[in-house]
């Protein structure tokens, strides 16, 4: 298997202005801890326990969204409104959930980064508790940002509008933008806000799911783009 990491990558980061950060799966070791949380949710409600792939398939939409495609009735906003706050309040409290895990050698790359020129945001479906929360856990971490972007701001992926928002509050333009993502969700937000796209294989998608869509960029790891500044 030949990964598309090396095919011009080196090339555009050297016109890439602003890089894009999605977090679960991305930058944080999540989604065994998401699946897990959904399966506690939806069966502490009684209702059909979702697979671990139909999980994955929300991941980067707004917990609301995902939570209501997986329900037997989807338009049944009530029941999503519910389940979406039981899913919240069974991630407050279980600790073996809601824990913190940044891939190893996060902290470094996003330094490194920042000490190439590169600004950075974040692009998450996470509501703002969720990144705020990230941000009490590891504190460190926020310092690197300048944009954030959370599920509260803007429409869900795979809308262009987090990416667009991002470009209006730092003043990039969208072709300089390049975004990092693990969810295919991910890859169709820049794809349709016309920004660069590369992809990770630590989270919800693995190597052919990106192929499919002809993804521009992927790599196997968020840290391995410094190999390419």
Not at 88 to 109: E, H, P, Q, W
Not at 187 to 199: F, K, S, T, V, Y
């Given at each position: 298997m030949t990964?598309k990491?090396d095919?011009?990558?080196k090339?555009q980061?050297?016109n890439v202005?602003l890089?894009?950060?999605?977090?679960?799966?991305?930058?944080t070791?999540?989604?065994?801890?998401?699946?897990l949380?959904f399966?506690?949710?939806?069966s502490?409600c009684g209702?059909?326990?979702?697979?671990?792939?139909a999980?994955k398939?929300?991941?980067?939409m707004?917990?609301y969204?995902?939570?209501?495609s997986?329900?037997?009735?989807p338009?049944d906003?009530?029941?999503a409104?519910?389940?979406?706050?039981?899913?919240?309040?069974?991630?407050?409290?279980?600790?073996?959930i809601?824990?913190?895990r940044l891939?190893d050698?996060?902290?470094?790359?996003?330094?490194a980064?920042k000490d190439?020129?590169?600004?950075?945001?974040?692009?998450?479906?996470k509501?703002?508790?969720?990144v705020?929360r990230?941000f009490?856990?590891?504190?460190?971490?926020?310092?690197?940002?300048s944009?954030?972007?959370?599920?509260?701001?803007?429409?869900?992926?795979?809308s262009?509008a987090m990416?667009?928002?991002i470009?209006?509050r730092?003043g990039?333009?969208v072709d300089?933008i390049i975004?990092v993502?693990?969810?295919?969700?991910?890859?169709?937000?820049l794809?349709?806000?016309?920004a660069h796209?590369?992809a990770?294989l630590t989270?919800?998608c693995?190597?052919?799911?990106?192929?499919?869509?002809?993804?521009?960029?992927?790599?196997?790891?968020?840290t391995?783009?410094?190999?390419y500044?």
């Amino acid at each position: 298997m030949t990964l598309k990491f090396d095919d011009g990558l080196k090339e555009q980061m050297s016109n890439v202005r602003l890089i894009a950060f999605d977090v679960d799966g991305t930058l944080t070791d999540s989604i065994d801890q998401i699946i897990l949380c959904f399966t506690r949710t939806f069966s502490h409600c009684g209702l059909p326990v979702p697979s671990a792939e139909a999980v994955k398939g929300t991941i980067g939409m707004s917990l609301y969204l995902g939570i209501k495609s997986l329900l037997p009735d989807p338009t049944d906003e009530r029941l999503a409104a519910e389940v979406t706050q039981l899913y919240r309040d069974t991630f407050a409290v279980s600790k073996d959930i809601n824990v913190t895990r940044l891939f190893d050698g996060t902290l470094d790359m996003l330094a490194a980064l920042k000490d190439h020129g590169y600004e950075l945001a974040i692009a998450s479906g996470k509501s703002k508790v969720g990144v705020d929360r990230l941000f009490v856990d590891v504190p460190e971490l926020k310092q690197y940002f300048s944009v954030i972007c959370t599920g509260d701001d803007c429409e869900s992926k795979p809308s262009p509008a987090m990416i667009n928002l991002i470009s209006a509050r730092s003043g990039t333009p969208v072709d300089r933008i390049i975004g990092v993502g693990d969810a295919v969700l991910d890859i169709q937000m820049l794809r349709n806000a016309g920004a660069h796209e590369l992809a990770v294989l630590t989270g919800a998608c693995d190597y052919y799911a990106f192929d499919d869509l002809d993804t521009e960029f992927i790599l196997p790891k968020a840290t391995d783009i410094l190999k390419y500044i």
